[in-house]
C-alpha cells in the first residue's frame, strides 16, 4: 500500500496523552493539522520523524508504502522536513547543502547536475557557491526545500514552514512547495495555524485529538 | 545497540571522571598513607618529625591568611566590578583583556610582579634617586616579605581574571538585567540592587570556582617560590621543597606535611562556607530592610576602577619589564631603562630556549588534544542520549582543582615511579591532562549545549546518521568554541609548575620549570626569556584558535562570532 499510515499513533508523557492520530495520506495529498500553539502539533511530527525526546513515550504504528518504520532512527525513515525556519547549515555553501541530502554514491559531474537543475527549478541559477547567509528570506526557503527533495524521501512534513515570510512570499513559496509535492507525488502532512494555508493545500483538514 | 561503537562511547562519561578523579584519589592515598607510617611501620613518627620542624606555625599560618586574604579580595574586586562597571568603556576594555590574561601562566606572572616590586625593581627606579636619594638598591624586603603580602598581590592579579570568567559565564542563568532594572527602579544604588537581587543568584553558581580559587591560593607553590616569605616559606612551598630532596627521612615529613596541609585546606573550605551562611543572612536582611545605599555607588564605583586598573597595570607593567630585561644589554640601577638593548642573552640561550619550548608545546599539544578527544565524547553521548551530568559529576569535574596539588602529587609520582614511567614525557602529558581536562570540558560545554538541535533534525531528515552529524556538522560548527577549549587547554598545560617537576623527576624540562628554577638565580636576562615565551605560547594558541575558523568561514556570515 503506497501513501503515509499512521495506525493510532499515541504520544504520552508520564502517562498523559499528549497527541493522538489516526489517518492515512494517499501520494500527492497533504493533510493539515491545525491547532493553536501547545496543542502536540510539533509533537506529533516528532514522532512521526523518529526525533521525540527522551521524555516522550509512543505507541501505534508509522507505516510509510507498507513499510512499517516504528522504532527506526529518523535517518533510516525516508522522511522529509521543512521547519519554520530554512535550517540551512551556515557553514556550507548553498551547493553544499543541497549535497548534503544527496546520496553519497553519486559523484563528480553527475553531483553537480543534479544540484544545477535542483537550482534552475528553483529559480536560483548561478547560486551554487553563495553564502545561504546572503540569500533571501524567499531564495533560502526555496533552496531549503530543493535540499529536502533532493534526498529523495517518501514522504514529507511541513511544521509552519511558512509562518516565517511575510505575505507576498508567503503565498508565492506556499504555491512553490504544493507545486512540487503534486508532482512528485509524495504524501504530506502540514502543521500550520493559517487557515490559509489549509485551503491551498485541498486536503482533509483536522484538528489533532484531543 | 544502533551503532556498533555506541555501548562503548556511552561508557565515555564515565571514562573522564575516572581520568579526572582516579589520579586525585590514588595519588591522596599514596601521599597520605606514608604520613601515618602505613608501609613503614613507623607510626606517627612522619608528624613527630614535622612537629619538631620550628617553622611549622609560622608556614602554617602564612598557609591560611595568605590563601584566604587573597581569596576575599579576589572574590571582592570580582564583584566590584561585575556589579559597577558593565556599561563603561573599562569594562569592555577589561573584557577584551581578560582571556589574554587568563593564558599568562602563573609563574610569569609572579616573576612579572617581582621584577616591579624588587628592591632593585621598576618601583623604586621610578622612585629613585630623585625621590628616596637611593643610589643603591635598598636592602628592603619589598619581595618575599615575611607577612606574604607579595605573594597575596600575586595570586590576586591570577585570580581575578578567572573568578571574572567564571562569573560572567554563569550571568545569563541569574536574569542579570531584569533584575537589576527592577532594583534600580524601586530607589536601589547598582551597588545594593546588585549585591540584594543579583548575588544570591550568581553566587550559587560559581560556588564551586570559588572553593577552587581557596584551596588553590593556600597550596600555590611556583608562586610563593617567587613573590613569598623564605624563611620559613609557606606550607606547600615547603613540601615541594622537601618532596625534591633526596633524603628519604624528608619524604616522610613531606607527606606528614601534606596530610596536614590537606587538612588546612578542608578546614578553611569549611570556615567559608560557614562565612557564606552568616554573610547570606545578613544581606537577605539587609534586602528586606529596605536598604538602598545609594550613596555608596560612587565611592565603589572609584574602587572597583581603581583597583582593576592596579591590577592590569601590575601584570602588564611586570610583562613588560620581563621582555625589556630579556633584550638589555647595560642596565645600572637606578636608570628606568637600559642604556643598550642586545640580542645576546636570545642568541645565548637559543638552544635551551628551543628546546625547552618544543618540549613544552608537545605536552600541551598532547595533553589537550587528549582532553577535547574525550570532552567531545562526553558531551556527544550526553545529546545522542539525552543525559546531562548531575551535581555529583560536577563536583568529580571540580576535585582537581580542590584538592591541592602537594597533597595529591607526590603519592602519584610514587605511582609513577613504581611503574616505572616516572621523568618520561608520556607520564608528564598525562598528568597535566588531569589538571587540563576540567577547563576545557568546562570551556566547551557551554557553547556545545546551546547549539541549534533542530539543525541535527533536519539533517536526520535528509538521511544523516549521528556520525555524519557530527563530523559534518556539529564539529564544523562548533570550531570557534573547540579550537578555543583547545587553547585554554593548551595554556593550563604550559603553566603547570608541580606537576612536571614531581612526576617529571626533573628530567622533564618546560619552559615554567625552568623559569621559576632560574627565578632564584638572579639572571633577569634569562628569566625574561624564559618567562617571556612562557606567555607568548598561550598568546600564540589563542590567536591560531581565533584565526583559524575566522580564516576558515571567512565566506560564510552566518558563521561569525556573535
Known sequence: MRGLWLDGLRVTRDGATVVELNLTVAPGEVV????PSGSGKSTALAAILGTLAPAFRASGRVVLDGRDLTGRPPRARRIGMMFQDDVLFPHLSVAGNLGFGLPFGLRGAARRARIASALAEAGLEGFADRDPATLSGGQRARVALMRTLLAEPAALLLDEPFSRLDAYLRGQIRGFVLDRIRQTGLPAILVTHDAEDARAAGGPVLPPAP | MRHPGG????????????????????????????????????????????????????????????????????????????????????????????SPLLAVPHAAVALGLAFLLAPSGWIVRALSPWATGWAEPPDLLTLNDPAGLALIAGLVAKEVPFLLLMALAALPQTDAPRRMLLAESLGHGRAAGWAFAVLPALYAQIRLPVYA????????????????????????????????????????????????????????????????????RGLLRAAALGLRLVWLDAALRLLALGMAALTVGAVGAGL????????????????????????????????????????????????????LALTLTCLETETRHGLRPGAGAMALLYLPLIVPQVAFLPGLQAAALAVGLDGTPLAVATAHLVFVLPYVFLSLSGPWRAWDGRIATAAAALGAGEARIFWQLRLPMLLAPALTALAVGMAVSVGQYLPTLLIGGGRVVTLTTEAVALSSGGNRRIVGTYALLQMLLPAACFAVALAAPALAFRNRRGMAPA
Open chain 2, 213 to 280: 580559587v581557596l584551596a588553590y591560593s593556600m597550596t600555590a607553590v611556583e608562586m610563593a617560590m617567587i613573590l613569598g616569605p623564605t624563611r620559613p616559606p609557606t606550607l606547600s612551598a615547603q613540601i615541594a621543597l622537601w618532596m625534591a630532596d633526596p633524603a628519604l627521612a624528608e619524604r616522610a615529613r613531606a607527606a606528614a606535611a601534606a596530610a596536614l596541609q590537606l587538612g588546612l585546606v578542608v578546614a578553611a573550605l569549611a570556615l567559608w562556607r560557614l562565612a557564606e551562611a552568616v554573610l547570606r
Open chain 1, 32 to 35: 493539515t493539522i491545525m491547532g
Open chain 2, 320 to 371: 613588560a619589564g620581563l621582555a625589556i630585561w630579556s633584550v638589555a644589554g647595560m642596565w645600572a640601577f637606578p636608570a628606568a631603562l637600559p642604556e643598550t638593548l642586545s640580542l645576546r642573552t636570545w642568541v645565548a640561550a637559543a638552544p635551551d630556549l628551543v628546546a625547552d619550548t618544543a618540549m613544552t608545546l608537545g605536552l600541551a599539544l598532547a595533553a589537550a588534544l587528549a582532553a
Open chain 2, 7 to 98: 555501548a562503548l562511547l556511552r561508557q565515555a562519561p564515565r571514562l573522564t571522571l575516572l581520568v579526572i578523579a582516579g589520579p586525585v584519589l590514588a595519588g591522596l592515598t599514596g601521599t597520605v598513607a606514608p604520613a601515618f607510617g602505613l608501609g613503614t611501620g613507623g607510626g606517627l613518627d612522619a608528624f613527630r618529625a614535622l612537629a619538631d620542624w620550628p617553622g611549622l606555625g609560622a608556614a602554617v599560618r602564612l598557609s591560611l591568611a595568605t590563601g584566604l586574604i587573597s581569596t576575599v579580595l579576589a572574590l571582592a574586586l570580582t564583584l566590584l566590578i561585575l556589579a559597577l562597571l558593565p556599561g563603561t568603556r573599562a569594562f569592555s576594555a577589561l573584557m577584551r583583556l581578560l
